[in-house]
């Protein structure tokens, strides 16, 4: 109960800029230093732009009320990867939708990133998505051939899953039962809001987190390689442009030994 609470108290505190006390920013407010790119193609079925040129400027440090943040213009699908990979670690990621939309208001935070990007949906890497899709916010996707088993119950027509800590334990990824879990409840916040996602990753269990609120527990993380699904525990950490523009005001990380046991009840 106690990490609960001080968890409510410390998502309360306005962020700002890249910095928050307790956890260390993963970027450093002046730069995209130690983050890769990978632009797609501008039209449907075009070449991609690629690795580390972005000549559309859809990542960029810029200023919004008088503070640092990441711009996504979500002009063309495209990512944004850290150059390290990450373990057993806390994430908490503050950000608000912009005006601009190309498609729709769609992004997401994946993580476990591995191998080549393009191996997801032709741009992005091999990993597990927490989903930021306006009306979706903490769905899970198993991107590229990344693979979850998570507690969900099934529609009535059969087509569609719905996270649940009651539900039968079912297999997500290529090939598997479905690519995605939605999420058990909305908490997402209205448009021009700021909302905070935490995600919590230890060996090979993560947890989606939204304003404080828990909506996804995922199991059994893996990657399929050869049929066979093989332990993922770990990866880099990449962020989406997909159709919306978005301000990422601070995504900050920091090392865990535990997740907290009250999110996985």
């Not at 608000?96 to 992004?107: A, E, I, P, Q, T």
């Not at 999420?183 to 919590?200: F, H, M, Q, R, T």
């Not at 093989?230 to 978005?246: N, R, V, Y």
Request: hydrophobic content about 35%; glycine content about 12%.
């Amino acid at each position: 109960m106690k990490k609960l609470i001080l968890f409510c108290i410390v998502i309360s505190v306005t962020v700002t800029g890249f910095s928050q006390k307790g956890m260390k920013s993963l970027f450093n407010g002046k730069n995209l230093k130690g983050w890769n790119t990978y632009i797609g193609p501008k039209e449907k079925g075009g070449v991609p732009i690629g690795l580390n040129a972005d000549p559309l400027k859809i990542f960029t440090i810029a200023e919004l009320d008088g503070v640092k943040v990441l711009h996504i213009s979500g002009e063309v699908n495209a990512s944004i990867a850290t150059a390290k990979e990450y373990e057993n670690y806390h994430v908490r990621m503050v950000f608000k939708w912009g005006n601009k939309v190309y498609s729709k208001l769609n992004s997401g935070l994946l993580y476990h990133s591995y191998g080549p990007f393009g191996a997801g949906l032709d741009v992005w890497m091999s990993s597990h998505e927490f989903q930021l899709c306006t009306g979706k916010m903490g769905d899970s996707y198993c991107m590229g051939k990344s693979y979850f088993e998570i507690p969900a119950i099934k529609s009535d027509d059969g087509k569609t899953f719905t996270y649940s800590a009651s539900g039968v334990k079912t297999q997500f990824g290529q090939g598997k039962t479905a690519p995605i879990a939605a999420k058990s409840a909305d908490y997402e916040k209205p448009k021009g809001e700021w909302n905070v996602i935490d995600l919590y990753c230890f060996g090979r269990t993560s947890v989606h987190v939204v304003n404080g609120k828990v909506n996804m527990v995922n199991y059994n993380s893996g990657k399929i390689e050869n049929g066979k699904v093989l332990p993922l525990t770990k990866g880099k950490i990449q962020i989406q442009s997909e159709g919306g523009e978005l301000f990422v005001k601070s995504l900050e990380w920091e090392p865990i030994k535990e997740i907290p046991a009250e999110f996985l009840k």
